[in-house]
């Protein structure tokens, strides 16, 4: 497997390893992973697939480092998000399970459209190939511990408890990932109004009922 935090190769002119990067994951969304070659690469950049070379070692390694992109920020949102080191992690207070799982999907929403390219292709893997499975074994990690925050908003009485923790977690994220269905990076509504959109809809919808209350 290829090593996303190998130093970058001297490219040639003109061309640097993102902007290969770029092309590849614009190719991969466009066509297909499998049905994407090196070739078809170099005639997008114009160059020739030795040229390509300079840059990175095979499609493997461009699909591994746009799948880490996709994964890496997202996962150090959950592992603070999850941890007991969440109040060290952000200098606030301790916060509750349903502000820090609230706070998670507004982060995740940002993420999203920092990396939506990236997001695209990662949602659109089947694990054909051990890079994939990497990412999909990451994907499951993440899944897991939100299921987790979910379980601990509800022990606290924040979030009702008639709706089973693992298919919130699931309807949440979904709710996320369509985003890069019809979002276009860089058009009128920006991250900011989405995160806010999304966990309003999201949250206030799913908060635990007061006592007394119909």
Known sequence: ?????????RGRPGHDQQDVLREAVALFNRQGYDATSMGDL???????????YHH???KEQLLEMALDAALTELSE????????????ATGRPPASAYER??????????VLVAHQPEVTLLLRVR??????????ERRRWIDARLADLVRAAVDEGSLRDDVDPD????LLFGMVNSLVEWHRPGGDVDAGVLAH??????????????PGSD
Do not use: C, H, Q, W
């Not at 170099?42 to 390509?52: M, V, Y």
């Not at 998000?81 to 969440?86: I, L």
């Not at 799982?101 to 940002?110: D, I, K, M, Y």
């Not at 959109?197 to 007061?210: I, K, N, P, Y």
């Open 127 to 136: 694990g054909n190939s051990p890079v994939e499975l990497a990412a999909l």
């Open 167 to 170: 298919l919130v977690s699931r």
């Open 101 to 110: 799982l609230r706070a998670l999907v507004a982060r995740s929403v940002e």
């Open 1 to 9: 497997m290829a090593d996303p935090a190998a130093p970058a190769r």
């Open 197 to 210: 959109a999304v966990t309003t809809l999201a949250f206030d919808g799913l908060r635990a009922a007061s």
């Open 42 to 52: 170099a005639r997008e950049l114009g160059l020739t697939k030795s040229a390509i």
């Open 56 to 58: 990175v070692t095979s």
């Open 77 to 88: 949102a959950v592992e603070a998000a999850t941890t007991t080191s969440y109040a060290a």
